[in-house]
């Protein structure tokens, strides 16, 4: 199956730094990857759609300044939390979808970074 | 708003049984249709994709779907305890932009 690397995945930041994690499609070119936020024991929320070559589409809620998304390339995705504080501790998760047929799409996950802010 | 819904569980099976999971949504013109699974602490991982009516079949996994129930489920044959974790269901709909929407997931504990 396609490959999603993502890192780091785990990270310990103080509160008020900034945090950056990257997503690597390895074997597929991803003009769309999708950013994730899992609290424990919940399900996934969507928190952004990063584009390639144009601006982050964010959901309801998620705010921009604070979660930046830069999508450089065909292969990568980064996600930068700023101002960390305590609340942003999670995990998170990148995802990027594959068209291996007319009509059809898949989604494949990267491995996850867990977030904790001290 | 769209919506696809599942049962929290947990569900219990025994080792060896048929372990079933239900999934149904809400948007006809959702298109594509996948069941992940995610061990605690992990990323989802795709198990089966499937994009017509009908059964498909990959190994000890089955997902069926039906379009005019607006109802996908995944069977699992032979359960064992490694198949102990949650399973959640998505859908693709292609409309102003290409989104996957997640169910919550339902637990499954396979017992030995």
């Known amino acids: 199956g396609a490959v999603v690397s993502q890192h780091p995945s785990w990270v310990i930041c103080k509160s008020g730094t900034s945090v950056k994690i990257e997503c690597r499609s390895l074997?597929?070119?991803?003009?769309?990857m999708f950013w994730y936020r899992q609290f424990p024991k919940q399900s996934l929320m969507l928190m952004a759609t990063?584009?390639?070559?144009?601006?982050?589409?964010?959901e309801q809620g998620v705010e921009k300044d604070k979660f930046l998304i830069n999508h450089a390339s065909l292969t990568l995705s980064t996600l930068t939390v700023t101002s960390a504080h305590p609340e942003d501790s999670s995990f998170y998760i990148c995802?990027?979808?594959?068209?291996?047929?007319?009509?059809?799409?898949?989604?494949?996950f990267g491995q996850g970074t867990r977030l904790t802010v001290v | 708003q769209k919506e696809v819904e599942q049962n929290s569980g947990p569900l219990s099976v025994p080792e060896g049984a048929i372990a079933s999971l239900n999934c149904t949504y809400s948007?006809?013109?959702?298109?594509?249709f996948f069941w992940y699974r995610q061990y605690s602490g992990k990323s989802p991982e795709l198990i089966m994709s499937?994009?017509?009516?009908g059964d498909k079949e990959d190994g000890r996994f089955t997902a069926q779907l039906n379009k005019a129930s607006q109802y996908v489920s995944l069977l699992i044959r032979d359960s064992q305890p490694s198949d102990s974790a949650t399973y959640l269901c998505?859908?693709?709909?292609?409309?102003?932009?290409?989104?996957?929407?997640f169910g919550s997931g339902t637990k499954l504990n396979v017992k030995p």
């Open positions: 998505a859908v693709n709909l292609w409309d102003n932009f290409n989104k996957f929407y």
């Open positions: 995802s990027a979808p594959r068209w291996p047929g007319v009509g059809r799409t898949e989604a494949f």
């Open positions: 948007d006809r013109g959702s298109q594509s």
């Open positions: 990063s584009n390639e070559g144009s601006k982050a589409t964010y």
């Open positions: 074997d597929f070119q991803a003009t769309t």
């Open positions: 499937i994009y017509s009516n």
